[in-house]
T-cell receptor
């Protein structure tokens, strides 16, 4: 069974630009969550999508947005990039249904560097 | 609100020695607990999970953890470590329907010394 895939793996952008990251979940997984990982703040929850609906959002500014498609693939977008957005962005997917929604499988991440 | 505290940011251990990585959590609702491992430049790999049932859970690579509700702890243990266990370990807690995402601890860097 293929794992969670994220593209691209590495990205370099400049301040003010925008970026779109993609996540393809494990087959059968309907929940997709996004996390930001930085050395200072650790792993922080961005948002979660289930059946194309955003169910919850972490404490991030509106520049961070996402969406989910009917095939459960998800994208996240960051507009007007700032230096502090440099991070590893991790996508995690879950099968769905009760406690199993908490059992998340992570992709390899996209390393975003903002210059 | 829920939170996770990993008491040690770094744990140095000699190869073939036992190790315990500590994790305490706080939550006002039923919890589901996880340990993940992250190798350099990689994503997180699930080591083990507690969703319900037996409080002693066994995971991959010889790791195990015990859920202690009274002490709100979920410590990770391995009886004999190897050089390949060098990595960052994260404890995480989830709750309810999973829509709130997982709350992670700051991580513990396990350093195996030959």
């Amino acid at each position: 069974k293929a794992g969670v895939t994220q593209t691209p793996r590495y990205l370099i952008k400049t301040r003010g630009q925008q970026v779109t990251l993609s996540c393809s979940p494990i087959s059968g997984h309907r929940s997709v969550s996004w996390y930001q990982q930085t050395p200072g703040q650790g792993l922080q929850f961005l948002f979660e999508y289930f059946s194309e609906t955003q169910r919850n959002k972490g404490n991030f500014p509106g520049r961070f947005s996402g969406r989910q498609f009917s095939n459960s693939r998800s994208e996240m977008n960051v507009s007007t990039l700032e230096l502090g957005d440099s991070a590893l962005y991790l996508c995690a997917t879950a099968r769905g249904g009760g406690p199993s929604l908490n059992e998340q499988f992570f992709g390899p991440g996209t390393r975003l560097t903002v210059l | 609100a829920q939170s996770v505290t990993q008491l040690d940011s770094q744990v140095p251990v000699f190869e073939e020695a036992p190790v315990e990585l500590r994790c305490n959590y706080s939550s006002s609702v039923s919890v589901y607990l996880f340990w993940y491992v992250q190798y350099p430049n990689q994503g997180l790999q699930l080591l083990l999970k507690y969703l319900s049932g037996s409080t002693l859970v066994k995971g991959i690579n010889g790791f195990e953890a015990e859920f202690n509700k009274s002490q709100t702890s979920f410590h990770l243990r391995k009886p004999s470590v190897h050089i390949s266990d060098t990595a960052e370990y994260f404890c995480a807690v989830g709750s309810g329907g999973g829509a709130d995402g997982l709350t992670f601890g700051k991580g513990t860097h396990l350093i195996i010394q030959p």
